[in-house]
């Protein structure tokens, strides 16, 4: 069982992007005033934050569409993700150095493999992280972002054997849960790090 996506190609690109790291939500910023929302085992920083809202609307360009998620969406998409990512530690699911390397060269074979489409989300990649395409791939944030992913997969592993997910709405309604348990304690902050005026 992989992680739950709609079905719109649109998903499936920004699905993408989480897989190769361009979500970098995980990074602490020094001052408070960076931080969009913070609670219980989860923050999420105003760079993260903009960073993937550039990152979903460069999804939603690739596609001709307009992006219609709203902050609070954007926000949730992260939440969910990085709430999942704690769940799964708790639980003691980790991932080795090695594993991580080899789903990051597994994912770069695979783009080389891809079409005109895959050219475009890696040039998007590059842009975005202010990276080359020699050191993406090995920039403590791509990597740091590859670890999760493959947390996130090892964490649906283990839930399925032991017999606590059998379908993708399993996982939706556990990632739900877990929104739902932090919400009343979040707080947020959708002009953190935004200029006066």
Do not use: H
Not at 16 to 41: E, M, R, W
Not at 102 to 109: F, G, N
Not at 174 to 195: G, H, I, S, T, Y
């Amino acid at each position: 069982m992989k992680s739950p996506r709609t079905n719109t190609v649109v998903a499936a690109v920004i699905g993408l992007c989480i897989a190769a790291g361009s979500f970098v939500y995980g990074q602490s910023d020094a001052k408070t005033k960076n931080v969009v929302a913070i609670g219980p085992d989860v923050r999420i920083t105003a760079t993260a934050f903009d960073k993937l809202k550039k990152d979903v609307d460069l999804a939603y360009q690739m596609q001709g569409a307009q992006n219609n998620l709203t902050d609070e969406q954007i926000l949730d998409l992260m939440l969910r993700d990085e709430l999942f990512v704690r769940y799964g530690q708790k639980l003691g699911v980790k991932v080795k150095e090695a594993e991580v390397k080899k789903v990051i060269e597994q994912q770069r074979e695979a783009l080389k493999q891809a079409g005109a489409q895959a050219e475009q989300l890696q040039e998007m990649l590059y842009k975005n992280s202010g990276l080359t395409a020699e050191t993406y791939w090995t920039d403590y944030s791509t990597v740091n972002q590859y670890a999760k992913y493959l947390l996130q997969e090892k964490t649906i592993e283990y839930l399925v054997k032991k017999g606590e997910l059998k379908t993708q709405e399993d996982l939706q309604a556990l990632q739900e849960k877990l929104l739902a348990e932090v919400k009343p304690e979040l707080r947020v902050n959708f002009a953190a790090d935004k200029p006066q005026t």
